[in-house]
């Protein structure tokens, strides 16, 4: 299984309202990350967690709260959004977070975009 | 600053032909990169990687090609055929297994 799934596929939500994006893997990785994808844009790395832990926060608005309950498992809590926060959100897994310069291939899910309206 | 980037943001191939993707790099301690694909709907799907101790490498119909000189990498699909149609990034992975990815070139592939 070298999937990564990502739920809901879709999110609409208002500036008031609180949600959360889910990610799962089970391919046994220890590393897991959030990343922003604008619409005709690279994607952008938001969280890096590690063990469970949290190791990379690209100064990313707290509006936007990661957590990794288990080493299968990142959620991404949203609070308080903006309009331009509206994009696909990918997570991505990879075997371990080197220390040094990694060469572990990152596997993708399809992203849940999301509307802030 | 550092910044990877890619020449041309569209390119268009009769299938059947070969593409080639250019990507740019500024940083010349950046020693591993990567090629991702992606499709309409669709997370980057990792095609091949390379390491900066080598000149080219080979995968299935894709060879990707590194000059360190000039800082420059490529990405060349042999035989293209509609199904290759996608965005196409190069990415360069740093410290911590943070990737940077370029802006992305879309191929078009025509039948």
């Known amino acids: 299984d070298t999937e990564v799934t990502q739920t809901p596929k879709h999110l609409v939500m208002g500036m008031t309202n609180k949600k959360s994006l889910k990610c799962e893997q089970h391919m046994g990785h220890r590393a897991m990350y959030w990343y922003k994808q604008k619409a005709k844009k690279p994607p952008e790395l938001m969280f890096v967690y590690s063990y469970e832990k949290l190791s990379i926060n690209e100064s990313v608005p707290s509006r936007f709260s990661p957590e990794c309950p288990n080493s299968s498992l990142l959620n991404l809590h949203l609070h308080a959004l903006q309009p331009e926060d509206s994009a696909l959100y990918l997570c991505a897994s990879s075997q371990e977070a080197a220390g040094g310069v990694g060469s572990y291939e990152q596997y993708f899910g399809p992203g849940t975009r999301l509307t802030v309206t | 600053g550092e910044s990877v980037g890619l020449h041309l943001p569209t390119l268009s191939v009769q299938e059947g032909d070969n593409s080639i993707i250019n990507c740019a790099y500024s940083?010349?301690?950046?020693?591993?990169f990567i090629w991702y694909k992606q499709e309409s709907g669709k997370g980057p799907q990792f095609i091949i990687d390379?390491?900066?101790?080598?000149d080219k490498r080979q995968g299935q119909r894709v060879t990707v090609l590194l000059n360190k000189t000039v800082k420059h990498l490529s990405l060349q699909i042999a035989a293209t055929q509609p199904g290759d149609s996608a965005v196409y990034f190069c990415?360069?992975?740093?410290?911590?297994?943070?990737?940077?990815f370029g802006a992305g070139t879309i191929l078009r592939v025509k039948s």
């Open positions: 940083n010349s301690a950046s020693d591993y």
């Open positions: 390379i390491r900066s101790n080598m």
């Open positions: 990415a360069e992975n740093k410290y911590g297994n943070k990737l940077v």
